[in-house]
Every structure is written in structure tokens, then in C-alpha cells.
């Protein structure tokens, strides 16, 4: 009797065999036993998929995998492999994700040892997984109009996406036996919207009267758009090498060049109409002015988008054998990397008189050496050294001017000192120990020595940080490390590492006071301000960290591992404010079980906890804490000759806690509302994920796989939940969000 | 009944003389035995004549690999990995269990990494993404090839970008929950592995980067942040890893704190109130018509401190007026 089921899978198998016969003549598996041992495998997969719920259902589980815009899916992967035995000469045709957004393709011909050509196209969708709902126009495009909604939740709903497109070919080529030259081209086109906004406030600092339209003391007026980013645009990337590949010396020379083109280069939105005040009622109401003229001009000023650019990168590295146990690594490489987008054509105007494009560029020079050694069985040196000097040379114009403050542009260049030497010995009882010493030195002395720019019956104009209290040209951090390291015991091995490091820096610069530019050195005492910006990569650190795991075989069925790590940095600066510390712990085990010949298990359990503790001149204090739980389970087995199963479980519990408290420095109204509001809530995230499939042999050479993943995710959060932008534009997400998805393949596998 | 047990007999005898002399002529002339031969790789008949598909680690399957494409002269036999194990193949008299192979990669017996790695760099050391092996991070910890390769089959996990951090998980248990959350890269669908941005066989970057900096990395796919631009935001020149976790947060576009307290881990001066949400009952005094837009609501919802530094990376206006775009604005 031909049933439904039936000539269902001959028509999947006549599918599959017609997919795998366009790939050349088609044998059946089984020409004889040691053949289909050692030949290489094709397979076809085909069949179809169903996903449960809405989009807003999938929203968290599909942002990747092209399961979130259609509940059906066509499901299409093949992997052609054919080697011809005589010649060495393999190809291969691979594809995956066929039928979804996130479809792959690759083909490759080569010859081992002699030459490979592979081509690659690639693509990949990622969905914003949260909803906006708004009254926007032109959403994705350079010129976005905004009209004030007349209510939340009146508006249209807007998933914005990002689709890449990516194509490459490469080649190699081997000239005798030594030498290889090879050859790469990527392509990238990214095409879409992300989410992105305007926000400004009237008056403020850096729009002051007249530019903002004079309002009664104290009465401000500010409005906050979400205007997706516009995204079209082209990277390509040209890598070439040729390498020299002798025994004991290779050599790898080669050119990259990456390109970067941006199709959109300004984004000015307009605002029609009327906006809301704070309150959440069409300004003009409670106190506050319809939209002024200053404050909807700002919004209306072009927002400049990442300007074309493009890098060419000339290296050379390789590594050279002085003996058997004593070997030398080596790199250095010259990068130049410009931006001279024309600011005109990408509708930005104002710049300085005389300039038409930003002429930035980049100068990097990197030089590496390393040498390991093992002058005897037992001991393992190993030195490294690293400079990089990061130069740029983008030329400086006054881009700034506040009345009688001005500003250049804001060049930023680095070197780079870092190197380590390190000893390993072998001790009794299969223990080795290292100590090892590591060294980083940054200097950032265009702070201390500004460039400078020559004005016209001016003085020099020196290259100014704005908004920053303090600065410093050397940081300079040495680490101890130690290390036990135990294996090849049978039964237990393991290792542990412990290390402490320690930055520390030149006395601090203060920017000179405004007109004046550059920087000045000050003591301690002298830079000291509880609201002053001091940035965390100048600031002093002592950092402590241990890590161990260790692997334990109480039988031969049962293996176990487990895992720790804490750490802890220790930030001070002449400040009582801003960054303190931070903490990491981990700890986790992970079993794997061999219950019988026919299954096997594993299950584990990782603790982490990442911390930072953040005071703010406000008075605020928050001791931020993520915490997670992930449990995993898996189980793999046959439960006959002919049927596979396999599920896994995946657990995740995270919390992100904000721990408040505010001290001395905190306002009265602060205190007040502190104390009313209890602070800030956690944000929690849950994701329960059950994956299980069966795989049933329907004949020798052909199967029906089924698989089935029930995902259930809680994301509760308050970022998003109740604010709303100024034309009532509101971003939500599904806090509770529940998918099933169950695909059926037919998988034929031939030679 | 007798006839018939006489004839069974009979046919008995006749079989047993046929097999007897079948075999006897086989002693008889005993002629020089032809050597076994090989199933896959060259010279593997002595390890062949006992290792097949049935064991744990079953080997013939090198067959379908790249070691197994005996027409390319490079590919090994099993004695060049395995060694040549003459009291593994040959047990010697007395002992009580079969000595193990020369290089032993898995189990109790496991061989020293550096032996065994030594195997495989015979060949694969002349290979220039290979070339800072020594002195690299997984070098130093032991790390042999084995612990993330698998030699004997068609499909070696850690190869493909779906299944290979599965591999890398098993010692890096941190980046396996980090992967998962709802901030992250592709990677538990396959669209990136670890290898798109970590070199494991050793690099001149940080934390085995495959290009020479963790920004020269992160541009390869971003190159837009890349500038240089006429405002720069310092520490995102100097290291995305500043603000983003790479392998993924709960926060969005992977930033490790949630905007303002990642700010203001360097800006303290901006926001001069405590962090509030929208509804949370704001008196007048924080929330009315006319109040600041540098509110705890603008700075701690939605995007934080972004909402208005929009363009963190740095931005590419020139404009010289106020309000200015030097702090990012535009």
C-alpha cells in the first residue's frame, strides 16, 4: 500500500537524488565495505520546517537564524565532496541554510599541495528584536520625517533588519615545494536600518542663546527622536601573500587592503508639527513653549554617518628554527589607514574655510619578535616583544568654535611597548611550573606636546581634549604571573594560574584652561574634582586574578571538570568618583557519562558573576552586578539499529543587579526621590531551550532526521518599557516569549 | 534408518577428508604468504590487520579525509603520527599487557602535548597561519592539536563554524553562557565561529586576535567605526573591548554595562540626578513641563547617555557653530 508517508519520502528521495546527480554520476553508498569506509561522503538534506507564534513570539530566539519573518520554511543543505584518487584532486560544493535568510554557499577545487580556487556568497539577516511603533516616515532612508503621534501605541509597527551579503574568492598557488603564493577578495554589501535617534536639550552648554530661542529663566525645552540609522553600504577586503615555507625558516610577505564605501553619507531629518514636552503633552501645555525654532532647526541639522575610508596594510612575519628547540617568531607591518570622504557631496556643511574633506590618516608600525627555547628536557623559556606606534597625522583645523574657545579636531595617537619573558620547569610528580613577567608601557604624548596649528595673526592653536579634567601621556603596568600546570596522570590534571598586575602612570595633565590649548602637568591635589571626567585607560590599576580546572576520572565511564576563576581590579585616580572596580567569578563543573555502548551523557553547571562598581558626582553609587546561571544537559544514543535520538537542555538565569546607594554628595531632592523609588529594578533573563532529535535510518544510504527546539525566553528589563520618545514613538519587547520549531529532513548520502 | 546414519557418515568422513586434505595441502605446500594489504594510508597493513571501523576511535575513516589522500606523496602513514611502536605491534614475551603506541592521543596514557604536536608540526609547521604557534597562548597551556582536532573522520567539528565552540567551550566555560545571551554575535547559529576572530594557532594580537589588534579585528566586519574622524572618541581608537563584550551581554549592541553607568565610568559630571525610570512618580521637582532634558529618565532609559551622543564611535562633521558635534552629538 503506498501511503501518504511513503510517497512523501520518494518524492523527498527524488528530490535529493536530482539535487546529488546535478553534482556528477550518482553511486549509491556501497560499492563495497573498505569504500565506503574511506571514500569521502555526499549528502543532500532536504524537507521543511515550522516555527509557532508571531514574530513578536521569535522575536529574542530569531534574531540570526532566518526563522523570524515566515512560520514555513523550505530547508535545503547539501555537502558534495568528490576526491579523484589518482590525481589527489578534491571538490567540494557545500551549502547551507538554503532556504532561509541565512543561506551559504561555498564550492572549492584544489589540489593538495599544488592549488586551490574557492568561492564563497554568504548571507545573513540580523532582526532588531525589539518593536517601534511610530508615526515615522521614511524609516531606513537619509531623510526621515517626524510627526508627532496622537497617542502611544497609535502608530505603525516597524522592525527594523540588517542584511549582509558577502562574496569571496580566493586562490593558492605552490611553486615547488617552498613556495606558495595566495590571493583573497571579499565583498561585503550591507544594506538596512539599526536603531539610532537625535537628541538635544535648549539651552545647553554647547547651544547656547541665541542659537536655541531664548526662553524665560529656567524653562528648557528638549526633545529626544528615534530615527533609525540608514545603512548602505560596501567593505571589500584584497588580501596577497607570498610565503616562503622552508624548514627552518617561513616567510609570510604580503599586502591587505580594506575598503570601506558608504552609500549614505548624512542623515537630516524633518519635524513636522509639534513635539512633546517632558510630561508627555504637545509642548506648549504645563508651563513650556510650542517647539521653537532653535531647538527643531538643531534636530533638523544633518547627522553625519561613518564616512568612506580605507586601510592598506604591507607585512611581513614568519619564523625562523635555530634548532630543533629553539625557535624565533617575528612580524612587522606598516598600515595607513585614510578618511577623505568629501563633506560637501555628503550634504555636511560648515567646515573650516579652505577644507573639503577630512584628509584624517593613520599611521600605524608594528614590529613583533618572540623566541621560545628548551635549552634542556625540563626547561622551556619563552620571550615576546611587541612595539606599536599608532601616528596620526590627520592634519588639524579649528572644527570648533565656541565663542573665543576653539577647538581642533581631536588627532589621537599611541605608542605601544609590551613584552614578557617567562620560564617553565618541569617538577617531580608530572607538575610544571612557570613564572613569567609581562610588561606594557602606553604612551599618549601628543598630550603632553600637542601638535599645533599656526594661525593667522593667532597663536598656536594646540590639539585640545574637550569635556575631559584630566589626562596623562604614560601608563606603564607589569604583571607576575605564576602557573602549576598537572597532566599525563590518569586520573586527575589540572592546572591553576595566579597573577597580579600593576599600572601606574606619569603625573596628570590638566587641559589648559579655555582659550588656551594643550595641557599642563599638575600634582594630585591640584587635579583632584569629584565631577571631572578621569578616564578609565589613564587611570592607575592594581589587578589580582586567579584561575584553575581541573579534570577528574573517577572511572573510565565518568569524567568530570572543574572550573574557577576570580578577579578583581582595583582603579584609583584624584577623584572620588567614577570607575573603583571590578570583579569577575566563575565557577562551574561539567560531567561526561558513558551509561552503556549505545549512550552517553554530559551535564554541567557554570556559575559567573561579572561586577562593576561605578560612583557618579551626583552622589549615586551603584555596585552593578551581573549574575548567571547556565545548566546544560545532553544525551546522546541509539535506541535501535535503525533510530538515533539525542536532546539537549540548555538553562540560562541572568540577573543584572544595580545595588544603589547614595552618599554625602547627594541633593535633598535626590535623597527624596531615592528613597521613594527604592532605585533601580533588575533586569532579568531567563532562556530555557530544549533541542531534541531522531534520526531514523530508513535504508542504508538514506535517513529522516526530525528535529524539535522549544525555546521559552523571559526578557524583563526597564530600558525600553516605559519611556517614550518626544513624538510618542515607543520601542517594546515581548517579555515573555515562547517558540516551537520542528524541522524534517530527508538526508541521502551518497558517493 | 541404519543406511541413512551410514550414508550421513559417510558423507561426514568424505567432508572431514576434504577439509583435512584441503588444509593439509595448504601446510603441505605452505607457499610464501602475500603480504596484507593496506586499506587506506600507506603502510598502515600492520596497524590495519587489528585496528578497524569497530574500535572507539574508529580509523579507517582517515580515509575521507585530507591525511587520507595518499595520491598527494605528503600524506602520512600511521606510523608517522603514531610512531612506529614496535612493542605495541610486536608484544614482547613476558608481558602482561600490549605496551601502548609510541604517541598515545587520548586517555590515561595520553603522550606528552609536545610529542604529540610534534607529530603533526612536521608537516603543518611549514604553514603560515601556524607560524606563531610557539610562545602563544595555547602553546604555553599545553594545548595539543588532538585536543581540538579530530584527525580520523570526514567531519572534524572544530572545523566547522556551527560545531567548532563546542570544542573551544571545553575550556572556556565562560564565553559558553556568553554566547547565548540576547546581545551576541551569530555564533550559536553558525554564522560565525571563534576562529572569525581569534587565530588559536597563535597571532601577534592580544588574546590570539586574528589581525594585530582587537580594533584591526572588529573592523574587518565594522569597518564604518573605523574613521579616522574629525572628532574622535579616544578610547574607542584605542580598544573596542573598552565598552563592548564581543561575546555577548544583556545589554544591547554588546556593551558590557548599561548606559549611563558605562559612561560614567569616565564621565561623572553629566547628570545630576539619580537614576530614574519613567512612572516611577517623579515629583515636579525632577519631572514637569519645563525640566532639563539631562534628566535620570533620559540618561538611564532607552539609550542612555546615546540619545543624545549619538555618534559614540566619533563623529565626520565638520561643522565649526554650536552646537557643536565635537561631543558626538552629530
Known amino acids: 500500500m503506498t501511503t501518504s508517508q511513503t510517497r512523501k519520502e520518494l518524492s523527498l528521495k527524488l528530490l535529493a537524488v536530482a539535487i546529488a546527480a546535478a553534482f556528477g554520476s550518482v553511486h549509491a553508498e556501497e560499492p563495497d565495505d573498505i569504500t565506503a569506509l574511506t571514500k569521502p561522503t555526499s549528502t543532500v538534506a532536504i524537507g521543511g520546517g515550522f516555527v509557532s507564534g508571531d514574530e513578536k513570539d521569535r522575536s529574542l530566539f530569531s534574531q540570526y537564524n532566518g526563522l523570524r519573518e515566515h512560520d514555513a520554511f523550505f530547508l535545503l543543505d547539501f555537502d558534495f565532496l568528490r576526491r579523484n584518487d589518482a590525481t589527489g584532486t578534491w571538490m567540494s560544493f557545500y551549502g547551507r541554510n538554503l532556504g532561509l535568510d541565512s543561506r551559504e554557499l561555498r564550492a572549492q577545487w584544489d589540489r593538495q599541495g599544488a592549488w586551490k580556487i574557492f568561492g564563497e556568497y554568504w548571507e545573513l539577516t540580523r532582526h532588531y528584536p525589539r518593536t517601534i511603533n511610530t508615526s515615522l516616515e521614511g524609516s531606513g532612508s537619509t531623510s526621515p520625517i517626524v510627526t508627532l503621534l496622537p497617542a502611544v501605541g497609535t502608530g505603525h509597527d516597524l522592525d527594523l533588519k540588517i542584511d549582509r551579503k558577502r562574496s569571496t574568492v580566493g586562490a593558492e598557488w605552490w611553486f615547488g615545494k617552498n613556495w606558495m603564493v595566495e590571493a583573497s577578495f571579499i565583498n561585503e554589501d550591507k544594506d538596512g536600518a539599526r536603531i539610532f535617534g537625535r537628541g538635544f536639550t535648549c539651552p545647553s552648554g554647547a547651544a547656547p542663546s541665541p542659537i536655541c530661542t531664548p526662553l524665560a529663566s529656567g524653562v528648557n525645552q528638549w526633545a529626544i527622536l528615534m530615527l533609525p540609522e540608514a545603512i548602505d553600504s560596501r567593505s571589500q577586503q ?273 587641559p589648559a584652561a579655555l582659550p588656551a590649548t594643550g595641557s599642563v602637568p599638575v600634582s594630585d591635589q591640584e587635579i583632584f574634582n569629584r565631577t571631572g571626567a578621569f578616564p578609565i585607560i589613564f587611570m592607575d590599576r592594581k589587578r589580582d586574578k586567579v584561575k584553575a580546572q581541573a579534570e577528574w576520572s573517577p572511572s573510565e565511564k565518568l569524567s568530570l571538570q572543574f572550573t574557577l576563576e576570580n578577579g578583581r581590579d582595583d582603579y584609583s585616580a584624584p577623584t572620588t568618583k567614577g570607575l573603583s572596580t571590578t570583579e569577575v567569578k566563575t565557577a562551574g563543573i561539567d560531567a561526561t557519562y558513558a551509561i552503556n555502548d549505545a549512550w552517553k551523557a554530559s551535564a554541567y553547571y557554570t556559575f559567573n558573576e561579572q561586577g562593576v562598581n561605578v560612583a557618579h558626582s551626583s552622589g549615586y553609587i551603584i555596585k552593578y552586578r551581573d549574575r548567571n546561571e547556565t545548566m546544560g544537559l ?93 513624538d510618542n514613538t515607543t520601542v517594546t519587547l515581548k517579555p515573555d516569549q515562547n517558540v516551537t520549531f520542528v524541522g524534517v529532513r530527508y538526508i541521502y548520502r551518497f558517493k | 534408518m541404519r543406511s541413512l546414519r551410514y550414508v550421513l557418515h559417510g558423507l561426514a568422513a568424505a567432508a572431514g577428508f576434504a577439509i583435512l586434505s584441503h588444509v593439509g595441502f595448504a601446510f603441505a605446500a605452505d607457499p610464501p604468504a602475500e603480504p596484507r594489504k593496506d586499506a587506506v594510508l600507506r603502510g598502515d597493513a600492520k596497524c590495519t590487520r587489528c585496528h578497524d571501523e569497530s574500535e572507539e576511535y574508529p580509523v579507517l575513516a582517515i580515509g575521507k579525509t585530507r591525511h587520507g589522500t595518499v595520491a598527494d606523496g605528503r600524506t602520512p602513514s600511521c606510523t608517522n603520527c603514531h610512531g612506529e611502536s614496535d612493542t605495541h605491534i610486536n608484544k614482547p614475551e613476558g608481558a602482561t599487557e600490549r605496551p601502548a603506541p609510541d604517541r598515545v592521543y587520548r586517555g590515561a596514557r595520553r603522550s606528552p602535548s609536545a610529542k604529540l604536536n610534534e607529530a603533526c608540526l612536521t608537516c603543518h609547521q ?101 574613521g579616522p574622524f574629525v572628532h574622535v572618541h579616544e578610547p574607542v581608537a584605542e580598544d573596542c573591548s573598552n565598552c563592548h563584550n564581543p561575546h555577548g551581554t544583556v545589554v544591547e549592541n554588546l556593551l558590557k554595562v548599561r548606559p549611563p553607568m558605562l559612561c560614567h565610568q569616565c564621565h561623572t559630571p553629566h547628570g545630576a540626578q539619580v537614576g530614574q525610570i519613567a512612572g516611577q512618580g517623579q515629583p515636579s521637582g525632577l519631572l514637569s513641563g519645563t525640566t532639563s532634558g539631562k534628566s535620570g529618565i533620559n540618561y538611564f532609559m532607552a539609550r542612555g547617555c546615546l540619545n543624545c551622543h549619538t555618534q559614540i564611535h566619533g563623529t565626520n562633521n565638520p561643522s565649526t557653530t554650536n552646537p557643536t558635534p565635537q561631543f558626538n552629538f552629530r
Open chain 2, 126 to 226: 611549514a604553514d603560515a597561519k601556524r607560524s606563531h604557534w610557539e610562545g602563544s597562548q595555547h602553546w604555553n597551556a599545553d594545548v595539543a592539536c588532538t585536543n581540538c582536532h579530530q584527525i580520523h573522520t570526514q567531519h572534524d567539528a572544530v572545523r566547522d563554524k556551527l560545531t567548532q565552540p563546542d570544542v573551544c567551550f571545553a575550556c572556556h566555560k565562560e564565553q559558553r553562557t556568553q554566547i547565548q545571551k540576547p546581545s551576541r554575535h551569530p555564533i550559536p547559529e553558525g554564522k560565525m565561529g571563534c576562529s572569525d576572530c581569534h587565530n588559536p594557532h597563535g597571532s601577534v594580537g592580544p588574546k590570539l586576535m586574528k589581525r594585530d589588534s582587537v580594533n584591526d579585528t572588529c573592523y574587518t566586519c565594522h569597518m564604518e567605526k573605523r
Open chain 1, 238 to 510: 584584497f588580501e596577497a601573500k607570498v610565503n616562503y615555507l622552508g624548514e627552518k625558516l617561513t616567510v609570510q610577505a604580503g599586502y591587505w587592503g580594506s575598503f570601506y564605501d558608504n552609500h549614505n553619507g548624512a542623515m537630516t531629518a524633518t519635524i513636522n508639527g509639534n513635539l512633546n514636552n517632558p510630561l508627555g503633552h504637545p509642548m506648549g501645555q504645563d508651563g513650556s513653549v510650542p517647539l521653537t525654532a532653535g531647538l527643531r532647526n538643531i534636530l533638523q541639522l544633518p547627522t553625519a554617518l561613518p564616512p568612506d575610508n580605507d586601510a592598506h596594510q604591507f607585512y611581513v612575519s614568519g619564523t625562523y628554527g635555530f634548532s630543533p628547540t629553539t625557535r624565533a617568531t617575528f612580524k612587522y607591518a606598516y598600515t595607513r589607514a585614510e578618511q577623505k570622504d568629501d563633506f560637501l557631496s555628503n550634504g555636511l556643511t560648515g567646515a573650516p574655510p579652505g577644507v573639503s574633506n577630512y584628509g584624517g590618516r593613520v599611521d600605524t608600525n608594528l614590529f613583533q619578535a618572540g623566541i621560545v627555547s628548551r635549552p634542556w628536557s625540563k626547561l622551556t623559556l619563552n620571550a615576546n616583544y611587541r612595539y606599536e606606534d599608532r601616528e596620526d597625522k590627520s592634519p588639524l583645523a579649528l572644527y570648533n568654535i565656541e565663542g573665543t574657545n576653539r577647538f581642533v579636531n581631536g588627532t589621537y595617537s599611541l605608542k605601544k611597548n609590551a613584552g614578557k619573558v617567562e620560564a617553565s620547569y618541569l617538577l617531580p610528580g608530572s607538575v610544571r611550573g612557570t613564572l613569567g613577567v609581562d610588561y606594557e608601557q602606553l604612551n599618549r604624548g601628543q598630550f603632553e606636546s600637542p601638535e599645533c596649528l599656526q594661525l593667522e595673526n593667532a597663536d598656536c592653536i594646540g590639539d585640545s581634549i574637550a569635556g575631559i579634567t584630566a589626562l596623562r601621556s604614560e601608563t606603564r603596568e607589569l604583571t607576575y604571573r605564576g602557573e602549576l600546570r598537572r597532566s599525563l596522570t590518569e586520573d586527575i590534571t589540572g592546572w591553576i594560574v595566579l597573577s597580579h598586575s600593576d599600572r601606574q602612570g606619569d603625573s596628570w595633565l590638566k
Open chain 1, 634 to 726: 545532553n544525551v546522546r544514543g541509539r535506541v535501535s539499529p535503525k533510530l538515533q535520538m539525542g536532546a539537549d537542555l540548555l538553562w540560562i538565569n541572568d540577573r543584572n543587579t544595580y545595588d544603589q546607594t547614595l552618599d554625602g554628595s547627594a541633593s535633598a531632592t535626590n535623597v527624596q526621590f531615592f528613597a521613594q523609588s527604592g532605585g533601580l529594578p533588575d533586569v532579568v533573563w531567563r532562556d530555557t531551550r530544549l533541542n531534541v532529535y531522531g534520526l531514523y535510518a530508513l535504508q542504508k544510504n538514506a535517513d529522516i532526521r526530525v528535529d524539535v527546539i522549544y525555546d521559552k525566553q523571559k526578557l524583563d528589563e526597564w530600558t525600553w518599557n516605559t519611556f517614550v520618545y518626544s
